[in-house]
């Protein structure tokens, strides 16, 4: 059963910093591309970073950009989402999801794969 699991999510002041990961389980991810996902209440889930399989390149929204950081480890099969200078406006539920293969890692519809999400919580 093919699994993502989110975590390090919660609460933290404006202007601190989380560090997201998402580890794979049930098959391995390394060729493909890998994305953070956010949806805040009322709004739809926008793509906020994504990441090649090779590592190589990476998408950020504009909101996000010099803030956040998305990284991966194949050999533990984890993609990381560091966020620093948390903002209120990312308060959000954040999912980790997997690109099916060959497909834009920057198109929001390339994603098939979806955890559960994990809470982000900015105070002001």
């Known amino acids: 059963q093919v699994q993502l699991d989110e975590s390090g999510g919660g609460l933290v002041q404006a202007g601190g910093s989380l560090r997201l990961s998402c580890a794979a389980s049930g098959r391995s991810f390394s060729s493909n591309s890998m994305g953070w996902f956010r949806q805040a209440p009322g709004k739809e889930r926008d793509l906020v970073a994504a990441i090649t399989w090779s590592g190589s390149n990476t998408y950020y929204k504009d909101s996000v950009k010099g803030r956040f950081t998305i990284s991966r480890d194949d050999a533990l099969n984890t993609v990381y989402l560091q966020m620093n200078s948390l903002k209120p406006e990312d308060t959000a539920v954040y999912y980790c999801?997997?690109?099916?293969?060959?497909?834009?890692?920057?198109?929001?519809?390339?994603?098939?794969?979806w955890g559960q999400g994990t809470q982000v919580t900015v105070s002001s």
């Open positions: 999801a997997a690109a099916m293969y060959g497909r834009n890692f920057y198109m929001p519809g390339s994603y098939s794969y």
